[in-house]
């Protein structure tokens, strides 16, 4: 089956995506998860504990983010990305012409999806309306976790990155590489925090987290933390950083690093993303989905699949 096929096969495989409308529409906020080793996204009511929908995809979906109205499903080993429909019932497009592309970020208004690419050392801009790329640029390494604000793009050069990449985003269709800055540590993952200059640096090789000013590039804040590699989400002004090794989530003042709560999670929850208030806590060793409310509660975790890597709301 070639790409071309599997995007209407996809649609057509989609389990009941009727009853799936009916069943988001007006209902409660759902989860989308990525079940890394069936080859397919799983949609979660974040009330219950059971799949109301499978949306098949090409082997391997890696990452998951909402843009726009869409969410945008990552294939590494494919080279590849996956659209969905909006409303989730099935895969409207299929791009290609990526080397080992990783995660995905939004620009602001939902049109673009910025997409890091560690075998091409790139960022590449996708216009998700037209399923096109639409812009490529060098950044100086194997680009992995990223994060945008409205004017600025920081993408860790790695998985245990000496630096990280900044990228003016302002017309995302010219994105302008302004430079390349280290940290205190080696980088794992790399996080804004809404409506401030600050942005969360996690470590690939230390129990240590940094916060930066945006601005300066200049680290101004130090903290302790679980064991590397951690990961960081914001909701309000509250920063959750995870341990996947020590299967902890710890809340935090997002702007003065301050620890306000601790709690357990399934080990192997790295990624860590947040929506409507709700915290979601995938793990790529035990395919459980592990959900907390917006003060870092945790209020379920339940089985998705055999390993689950990424979610995002849907």
Known sequence: MNRREFVVAATALAIAPEALARS???????????????????????????????????????????????????????????????????????????????YTASSS???????????????????????????????????????????RLWTALGTKASRIAVVDVRDPLRPELLGRIRAPFLVHDVGFVPGSDLIWVTSGDRREVALFNARTGRAVRRLRAGAPPQHVAFTGRLAF????????????????????RAARIPVGSYNVAEGLGFVFMPSLSQGTLCVADGHGRIRRSFRVARSSHDACLA
């Open 109 to 151: 208004e939902g049109r673009f999806a910025f997409v890091t690419d560690s075998g091409s050392s790139e960022l590449v801009v996708v216009d998700v309306l037209r399923a096109q790329v639409v812009a490529r640029l060098k950044v100086g390494g194997p680009a992995r976790h990223i994060s945008v604000d409205r004017e």
């Open 241 to 260: 950083v995870t341990s996947g090794d020590d299967g902890t989530l710890h809340t935090h003042d997002a702007r003065t690093g301050r620890r306000l």
């Open 24 to 102: 988001l529409k007006g209902g409660p906020p759902s989860a989308l998860v990525t079940a890394d080793l069936e080859s397919h996204v799983a949609v979660v009511p974040l009330g219950g504990e059971t799949p109301v929908a499978i949306v098949p995809t090409l082997r391997g979906p890696r990452s998951i983010e909402r843009v726009g109205t869409a969410a945008v499903v990552v294939h590494t080993t494919q080279g590849a990305i996956s659209i969905l429909r909006p409303g989730m019932a099935g895969v409207r497009a299929v791009v290609e012409g990526f080397e080992k592309p990783r």
